[in-house]
Each structure stands twice: as C-alpha cells, then as structure tokens.
C-alpha cells in the first residue's frame, strides 16, 4: 500500500459526509494541518503490522484520525461531534467513509486496499491545536492491503 495515498484517500472519503443545513462544510486533510478551519477531519498517527499474510502478502494499518469542532458555543459544537460521530446517518463519518470500501469483490479506496472499517471513537475531549481550543474525538480507522 502507498500510505501517502491511502491517508488521501481517507480524507477525502470523510469530505462527502452531508452536514445539516446551517453549518459549514467539513473540511478534510490527509496530513496534521498547521491550523484548521472548523470542523476539521485529519489523518494523524498510525500503526503498521507488516506480513500478516506470507509474502508480504497483507499489512494491517490503523490510522488514528480526529474530528475538531469549533467550541463557540460548547453545547452546539458537541451536538455537531456527536452528529458525525454516529454510527448512522448523513452526517455520520463512519457511514461515509465506510461507503469507500466499495462493492462487494472491489478493493476499497479506489484500489488502494483491500478493506477498510471504522473501528472506534476514543479521546472525546477538548483539543489544542495551533494555539485554539476545539472539542473533538478521534475515530481509528482500520486498513490493510497488500504489503509489496
């Protein structure tokens, strides 16, 4: 797998994700943006198993990934969160960027790899980053692929 490209991928499968009416569009980076326009979905960390399958035959990646939200008003930027952190609907980012997994017998993220599952949300809590405060959580996101 190109992990450049997969972290790609990822971004912009979460950038489909319909937000109601009234707030603004998530933006979506591959990479840890110097700042963010809220609500922000970026691809961080990750972890690499290599040679889950003889022969460089399957690597697993899990990507840590965070959703930051604006925190003017505390209680509407966490009803925000908790829209695109469930597990269904328009504005659920699991729903959506399960939706790049493709049809069944096709490889996900256009290719790329075999499969994908949002695996999790974990670290609901306020976040810094370039010097302002968001309320966010992180959603692990599961990958593997061919490992040559």
């Known amino acids: ?13 979460a ?7 009234g707030l603004p569009a998530l933006t979506c980076s591959g990479y840890v943006p110097d700042s963010v326009i809220a609500p922000h979905f970026f691809v961080a960390e990750y972890e690499q198993d290599f040679d ?6 399957l690597d ?18 966490q009803q ?5 952190l469930s597990g269904a609907g328009p504005a659920s980012l699991k729903q959506t960027i399960e939706l790049a997994r493709g049809a069944p017998g096709e490889y996900a993220l256009g290719g790329l790899a075999h499969d994908l599952h ?6 609901y809590r306020w976040y810094e980053h370039a010097g302002a405060t968001y309320v966010g959580a992180e959603l692990m996101i599961k990958v ?5």
Do not use: C
């Open 15 to 21: 950038r489909a994700v319909v937000l109601p009416s």
């Open 52 to 57: 889950k399958a003889m022969a460089r035959g």
């Open 60 to 77: 697993e990646l899990v990507f840590t990934t965070r959703l930051l939200v604006s925190r003017a008003d505390d209680r509407a930027a």
């Open 1 to 13: 797998m190109q992990i450049s490209a997969v972290r790609d991928a990822l971004a912009t499968a």
């Open 80 to 84: 925000v969160l908790d829209l695109m």
């Open 144 to 148: 593997i692929g061919e490992g040559n």
């Open 118 to 123: 949002v695996q999790r949300v974990q670290g």
